[in-house]
C-alpha cells in the first residue's frame, strides 16, 4: 500500500513539473512571437558619382592609379640597426673622412631632382626640412679640425641663416636692392662623410660604419656673386648619420637600370652604392691630405689610403 502511494505521489510530482515546463516554454514562444515595435530606419543618400567618400578620394576623386602596381614598400620601410659590437672583438680600426662628389655621374641619383618632382626629392632637401622641423640636431663645422663633430651644436635660426646669402639686383629702374637666396638643392656640390673602418673577429669581416655627414655647398665669390672655380666648396654643418636613416630608409631613389625596383636613400650609403676619394685618415699630425699633397697627388694617396685599408683584411686570413 505504502509503495503504491509513493508511486502515485511521484507521478503527480512528475506530471505537474511537466505541466510547468511546459508553461513556460508556451510563455517564451509566446514573448518570441510577438511582433517588436517598428523601427523607422533612415537612409542617408547615395553619394554622388563624383562625390569624395573617404580623404584619399579626395586627394584622387577619379582613383587613378599610376602605374601597374601600386607601391606599398617604401612607405614602411624600417631601419636595419647594425649589429652592436664590442670593443673586445675590434682587432683593427682607422677613421676616414671622405667625400662624395656629385658631378660624377654614379652620384647623381644623391643630387636629382633639384626641385621636388612627385615622390622624388633630392637629399639635401629631405636634410633640410628635418632641420627647419627641428627633428635632427646639426653641429658647427670647424675646417680646421675635421673631428670635431659634435661639441657644438647649432640652433634651427643659425642654420637657416648659413643656407642663405645675400645678393645685389638691379631692377629695371636701375635702382640697387640687396635680396636674401636661399640656397637650395641645386647649389650642393657633394658631401663629406666621416666614418670608423674597423675589422670585427667575431664575423672576420671589414666593416665600415658612417658616423656624420656634411653638405658641401658651392662657394660664392663676394665680388661677382656667382660661383667662385677656383675655389673649394664650403661645409656648413654636421649631421649625425644615425638620426636621419629613418627618413631616408621611406625616400625612393631613382634607379636608372629598372624603374620597378626603387632603392631608397639609406640602402645607397648601407650597400654603399656610391663613388668617393679619401681626404684624410686619422694620424699622429690631425692633419689633412690637402695640407701635402694637391690635385692628382692628393687622387693617388687617396687611393693608396684604400688599398691599404682592403689590404688588412686580406692579410688577415692565411692562405
Not at 614602411?76 to 680600426?93: K, L
Not at 631692377?171 to 666614418?195: C, H, L, P, Q, R
Request: hydrophobic share 35%.
Amino acid at each position: 500500500m505504502r509503495n503504491s502511494v509513493k508511486f502515485f505521489s511521484t507521478s503527480l510530482m512528475l506530471c505537474m513539473g511537466w505541466e510547468i515546463s511546459v508553461a513556460q516554454v508556451n510563455t517564451n514562444n509566446s514573448n518570441t512571437n510577438t511582433n517588436p515595435p517598428q523601427t523607422t530606419v533612415t537612409q542617408a543618400p547615395a553619394p554622388a558619382q563624383n562625390q569624395s567618400t573617404s580623404q584619399q578620394n579626395v586627394m584622387n576623386p577619379d582613383n587613378i592609379q599610376d602605374g601597374v602596381f601600386k607601391p606599398e614598400h617604401n612607405p614602411y620601410r624600417r631601419v636595419v640597426p647594425p649589429a652592436a659590437v664590442r670593443e673586445a672583438d675590434v682587432m683593427w680600426s682607422t677613421r676616414i673622412w671622405r667625400v662624395i662628389d656629385i658631378r660624377e655621374k654614379i652620384n647623381q641619383q644623391l643630387f636629382f631632382p633639384t626641385v621636388p618632382n612627385g615622390n622624388r626629392v633630392a637629399l639635401f632637401d629631405i636634410l633640410s626640412e628635418q632641420i627647419k622641423q627641428g627633428e635632427i640636431t646639426v653641429y658647427t663645422f670647424n675646417p680646421n679640425d675635421l673631428d670635431d663633430t659634435y661639441k657644438t651644436r647649432m640652433t634651427t635660426k643659425e642654420v637657416l641663416a648659413n643656407l642663405s646669402r645675400s645678393d645685389t639686383v638691379t631692377d629695371e629702374n636701375g635702382t640697387a636692392k640687396v635680396v636674401t637666396i636661399s640656397i637650395d638643392a641645386g647649389a650642393i656640390k657633394g658631401y663629406t662623410m666621416k666614418e670608423d673602418w674597423f675589422f670585427e673577429k667575431q664575423q672576420s669581416i671589414l666593416i665600415p660604419r658612417i658616423l656624420f655627414i656634411s653638405p658641401r655647398f658651392e662657394n660664392i665669390n663676394t665680388n661677382t656673386g656667382k660661383e667662385d672655380e677656383n675655389g673649394q666648396p664650403l661645409s656648413l654643418f654636421w649631421i649625425y648619420f644615425p638620426t636621419i636613416r629613418g627618413v631616408m630608409a621611406k625616400t625612393p631613389v631613382f634607379n636608372q637600370q629598372n624603374d620597378a625596383e626603387r632603392r631608397t636613400f639609406d640602402d645607397i650609403f648601407w650597400k654603399r652604392q656610391f663613388s668617393s676619394y679619401i681626404i684624410q685618415q686619422s694620424n699622429v699630425y690631425d692633419r689633412a691630405m690637402s695640407t701635402y699633397v694637391k690635385g692628382t697627388d692628393a687622387l693617388l694617396e687617396g687611393e693608396k689610403i684604400h688599398k691599404n685599408i682592403a689590404g688588412i683584411e686580406h692579410d688577415m686570413w692565411q692562405y
